[in-house]
C-alpha cells in the first residue's frame, strides 16, 4: 500500500522522487500518510517507521477505529509519528484523538494542533499538569497548549508533554472530549504488536489536519 509525501508542517505535497521542499517551510524530512486508510496501509506505515514509536490509546474502546496515521522518516530514519482514532460518546458525538509523538523541530504535533511553531509555545508548562497518561510502564504528565491565536476552527483541545526526550501531543475533537482524560489513559507503542493488529478496525477518514 503506497504512502503518500508531504511536507510534515503544512499539506504542500512532495513527489515521492522529487525535491523534497515546502515554499513555506523549505527542506523538510517528509512525513508519509496513506490515500485510504486501511489496514495494509498501516501495516507500510509502521514499516517506515521501524525503531520509532507509534502510539494509540489502549484498549481501544468499542466501536472505535483507527481513523489516520502518518510517520515523518527522512534520510536519517523517522523522527514522528501522528495516529488518529475515532469514535462516538454520549455528551460529545463523535471524537477525535491524535497522537503525536515527535522529535523536537520537527513541527507535527504543532500542525495538528493548528499552530505554526515547532514546539508547544513560551506559555507552555507553567503550573501543575493538565492530566497525565500512561506510555508503557512511565507516568507522563501533559500541560495545555494555547491554541487562541491559531487561525483554524478552535473547537478542540490540546496538551502536551514530554517522553522519551521527544514532545508527545494529543489533540481532541471536539475541546469537550479532554475530559475523556480523567481517567488515566494508556498509550501503547503497537509497533511489536503482530497478530494484535488484525483486531483493530482502521477505516477512516479522520480529521482534517
Known sequence: MTLQAGCPRCRERFAADGPRECPAHGEQPPLWRP???????????????AGFPTYLPWP??????VSDFGVVAGDDGPAATV?????TTGPDGRVDV??????PGIGLGGRCAGLEGTDPGPDFGHGPPTVRVRVGSQGVALWPVS?????????????AGEVTGRWLWLVLHPASAVLLLADEWWLRDVADDGPHLVEMPC????PVW
Open 35 to 49: 490515500e485510504v486508510t486501511s489496514y495494509d496501509a498501516f501495516t507500510a506505515h509502521l514499516e517506515r517507521a
Open 60 to 65: 481501544m474502546g468499542s466501536g472505535w477505529r
Open 203 to 206: 477505516e477512516g477518514p479522520g
Open 83 to 87: 495516529t488518529c482514532v475515532s469514535g
Open 98 to 103: 491524535l497522537v503525536v509523538v515527535e522529535e
Open 147 to 159: 491554541t487562541a491565536g491559531a487561525d483554524v476552527d478552535l473547537d478542540r483541545s490540546v496538551v
